[in-house]
T-cell receptor
Framework: GQNIDQPTEMTATEGAIVQINCTYQ??????LFWYQQHAGEAPTFLSYNVLDGLEEKGRFSSFLSRSKGYSYLLLKELQMKDSASYLC??????????WGAGTKLIIKP | IAGITQAPTSQILAAGRRMTLRCTQDMRHNAMYWYRQDLGLGLRLIHY???????GKGEVPDGYSVSRANTDDFPLTLASAVPSQTSVYFC????????????FGPGTRLTVL
């Protein structure tokens, strides 16, 4: 079967670093995605990993280990505007996205 | 139009009524998708279309139908709405079915009473 899991909620302090983990199980894999979703808004694309390793994009980085079925999103120098839900999703063998329930990140001053 | 638009923004609907949610994109993307998002659950795929003239069933297709007469439009129809279809519905598109980014519309908040 297929499944994907991420923490429901995390809290961090402005200016700090936070790591949001995502684990998945699937027989067919075509990449791991991270999206950001502010309350009441649509998801927006953050990153895509298909090979093992770290992809850095400004304050955000995403890591993938295919052998462990594991990814994380690293957010540095947190800002209040980073308060949002972060959605992890993998693309299965049919090129459909299977989504986690999302991690709500709360940033405190 | 820029990107993807959805209409209506929100709707309250009596159970048993028929409803069509509209989705239009101007990016000339081949692939389009309909998702529903419910509290505590991930986005779930209802139907998809890899190219104009073709459609496919996703994870939760029952009670919904779609059509793809042209590249730009991908309406979702609820033939006879039920309260369990209360949800936020997102339309999305990508350049190709296997492309690495999906672009989302602003969503339609649907309440079925």
């Amino acid at each position: 079967g297929q499944n994907i899991d991420q923490p429901t909620e995390m809290t961090a302090t402005e200016g700090a670093i936070v790591q949001i983990n995502c684990t998945y199980q699937t027989s067919g894999f075509n990449g791991l995605f991270w999206y950001q979703q502010h309350a009441g808004e649509a998801p927006t694309f953050l990153s895509y990993n298909v090979l093992d390793g770290l992809e850095e994009k400004g304050r955000f980085s995403s890591f993938l280990s295919r052998s462990k079925g594991y990814s994380y999103l690293l957010l540095k120098e947190l800002q209040m505007k980073d308060s949002a839900s972060y959605l992890c999703a993998f693309m299965d063998s049919n090129y459909q996205l299977i989504w986690g329930a999302g991690t709500k990140l709360i940033i405190k001053p | 139009i820029a990107g993807i638009t959805q209409a209506p923004t929100s709707q309250i609907l009596a159970a048993g009524r028929r409803m069509t949610l509209r989705c239009t994109q101007d990016m000339r993307h081949n692939a389009m998708y309909w998702y529903r998002q419910d509290l505590g659950l991930g986005l779930r795929l209802i139907h998809y279309s890899n190219t104009a003239g073709t459609t496919g069933k996703g994870e939760v297709p029952d009670g919904y139908s779609v059509s793809r007469a042209n590249t730009d439009d991908f309406p979702l129809t609820l033939a006879s709405a039920v309260p369990s279809q209360t949800s936020v519905y997102f339309c999305a598109s990508s350049a190709e079915p296997d492309y690495n980014e999906q672009f989302f519309g602003p969503g339609t908040r649907l309440t079925v009473l």
